[in-house]
């Protein structure tokens, strides 16, 4: 499966942006699929992962309640709705995809996904 991270761009703190991973090839359904980030200088970090089954999900602690994931298989695209974003927010975006079992399972390892979008670039402008 190829995946294409996309709705990056320039907001002010406080603003909100809506990223999407859409994915070609094959089905997104049959995947797990987590958002990553990495700012200048700082290792890539875990944001936000869904399963098969959308309403499994799971948040790192710094957006938790700001950051919602969602999935439509019917346009193979998972989203990434993000709010009250912070100077603190800005990064490269990545979506990352593993094929499940399980329609629960998710991981916030970055090592357990084996397909990476190329990033979408986040800034936040204080």
């Known amino acids: 499966v190829q995946l294409q991270a996309s709705g990056g761009g320039l907001v002010q703190a406080g603003g909100s942006l809506r990223l999407s991973c859409t994915a070609s090839g094959r089905t997104l359904s049959s995947y797990a699929v987590g958002w990553f980030r990495q700012a200048p200088g700082k290792e890539r970090e875990f944001v936000a992962a869904?399963?098969?089954?959308?309403?499994?999900?799971r948040y790192a602690d710094s957006v938790k309640g700001r950051f919602t994931i969602s999935r439509d298989n019917a346009k193979n695209t998972v989203y990434l709705q993000m709010r009250n974003l912070t100077p603190e927010d800005a990064a490269v975006y990545y979506c990352?995809?593993?094929?499940?079992?399980?329609?629960?399972?998710?991981?916030?390892?970055?090592?357990?996904?084996?397909?990476w979008g190329q990033g979408t670039l986040v800034t936040v402008s204080s």
């Open positions: 869904v399963a098969r089954m959308e309403s499994s999900t």
């Open positions: 990352a995809a593993v094929q499940t079992a399980g329609y629960y399972s998710y991981s916030s390892d970055a090592a357990r996904y084996d397909h």
